[in-house]
């Protein structure tokens, strides 16, 4: 409806403010009109009595009749100086029921005395006291009926009433057009790309182009466009993701049923008599458990979000060695493991998940010290700490590489955001910001500059 658009309702605002400024200056407008009426019949008056002054006082009383009946007053006295004053004079059809002097009225009093003299509904008559014009004397003083003038401050309140409205309405036609045209058709156009882009927010082609000349729409327009570009991206990104989950799902399915094989066939080797494949054996198998439980897990879950942890109480230290085991056989370069892990301490969590986040965040300080191609160190710490009250432990994994780039640190914990070497997607820091939340801890990055980069892993004492 146009009541309820918005150039309805500016339209219908901007009469009623019109219209309550005329209100206001409707009162000091009739309050002028009734001086200036008063006072012109004080100069006719004033006139009238110089007749009497040019006969020497005498005046036949048709003719004063006259004179007074011109002057629209029934009497007039003229005081020239202390002594001498002229009268002209005829008989009063009542008496006089109020006397106005217009020599100090004030704006405040001449309204008032307006528009109660608008509001009677009877004519009377009254006394007005002013000022002779021309210097002709200290006073002048007439007697009058308001019959006439209270017709006319009818007939001028009328006018102002027909005007204003007329301008209020023209005002707010020509306000109305102009919102149109300004504001309400280029909201409109932005209204309109918004639902065509909601029809098909994948095509790239329905993101608004900018166009509006107000800083402020061109503002909206801007915002407009960048959050459909991004949500335009987020929407490829969740395709893109939801063909690779599948892909790894079928990749899972295959790679488990190899894994499965391997792990046999380590279980044979594990009874080598061979003391270095009898050291080594133990661990081969535990990796390749671990990499089948994995497979198994993307399978069940298809890859839409981690499995919530099976909590239980761990010796932390043996998992840490098993961790830098695997990488240092894995290393290719001058890289020292250092380890500060008390044999006594224990936490609540995830066995497997947990090594998973221990083993990304080393592998990628050990890739990074690898792609330097210096000699360098990697630290792992742990001890209790206490955060926002809560008792925890937490787990310091530094190295003495050359530190995160800028753009990686941006998106670090983001999925195929925050990758930090040549061929990395930037997936494994996500995953395991996700298991450590899992477990109602944190991961956070403490520093990351030209000396090294260090990571703190944080999980909660649960009961």
């Known amino acids: 409806m146009f009541s309820n658009s918005l150039s309805g309702r500016f339209l219908w605002l901007v009469v009623i403010f019109v219209m309550l400024a005329e209100v206001l200056i409707f009162g000091p407008s009739v309050a002028r009109y009734r001086a200036d009426y008063l006072e012109a019949r004080l100069e006719r008056a004033q006139i009238a009595s110089l007749a009497l002054l040019a006969s020497d006082g005498s005046i036949a009383g048709d003719l004063a009749a006259e004179l007074l009946d011109n002057a ?64 002709g004397g200290l006073l002048i003083e007439i007697t009058l009926d308001t019959s006439q003038l209270q017709q006319e401050l009818w007939e001028f309140g009328a006018r102002i009433l027909v ?85 790894v799902a079928r990749i ?10 391997a792990s046999m066939l380590a279980d044979r080797i594990e009874m080598s008599e061979d003391p270095s494949v009898k050291r080594a054996a133990p661990k081969l198998v535990g990796s390749l458990s671990r990499a089948i439980n994995l497979c198994e897990s993307t399978l069940a879950f298809g890859k839409a979000e981690e499995p919530p942890p099976r909590l239980e109480r761990l010796r932390l230290a043996p998992l840490v060695e098993d961790v830098v085991d695997s990488e240092r056989l894995a290393s290719s370069g001058d890289i020292t493991f250092v380890t500060d892990v008390s044999p006594g301490l224990h936490l609540r969590a995830d066995g497997e998940q947990l090594f998973r986040v221990l083993g990304n965040l080393v592998r990628n300080a050990r890739q990074a010290l690898e792609a330097a191609r210096n000699p360098g160190v990697i630290e792992i710490t742990a001890a209790e700490a ?10 310091r994994i530094g190295d003495s ?52 980069t260090e990571f703190r892993i944080w999980l909660p004492e649960t009961a």
């Not at 899972?252 to 094989?261: A, I, Q, V």
């Open 72 to 135: 629209g007053v029934f009497n007039v006295v003229l005081r020239r100086d202390e002594v001498r004053e002229l009268v002209l004079a005829s008989p009063l059809p009542g008496p006089v029921d109020a006397s106005f002097d217009l020599r100090d009225a004030s704006l405040l009093g001449l309204t008032r005395d307006a528009l109660q003299e608008m509001a009677r509904a009877e004519p009377r008559i009254i006394r007005v006291i002013g000022n002779p014009v021309q210097r």
């Open 386 to 395: 206490v955060v926002d009250g809560q008792a925890g432990v937490a787990i």
């Open 163 to 247: 005007l204003s409205l007329a301008i209020s309405l023209f005002t707010a036609l020509l306000l109305y057009l102009s919102v149109r045209l300004f504001v309400v058709a280029p909201m409109s156009r932005v209204i309109r790309s918004m639902s065509d882009y909601a029809e098909a927010p994948q095509d790239a082609t329905r993101i608004i182009t900018p166009k509006s000349n107000i800083a402020e729409l061109r503002e909206a327009e801007e915002a407009l466009q960048k959050m459909q570009k991004d949500l335009t991206g987020l929407l490829r990104q969740k395709d893109r993701l939801a063909q690779l989950g599948g892909s």
């Open 252 to 261: 899972s399915h295959d790679l488990r049923n190899m894994l499965t094989t």
């Open 401 to 452: 590489g050359p530190g995160l780039p800028p753009k990686a640190r941006e998106h670090l914990f983001e999925a195929f955001q925050g990758g930090a070497r040549k061929g990395g997607v930037g997936l494994g820091l996500a995953i395991a910001a996700e298991l450590v939340r899992g477990h109602g801890g944190a991961l956070e990055l403490v520093r990351s500059d030209s000396e090294g």
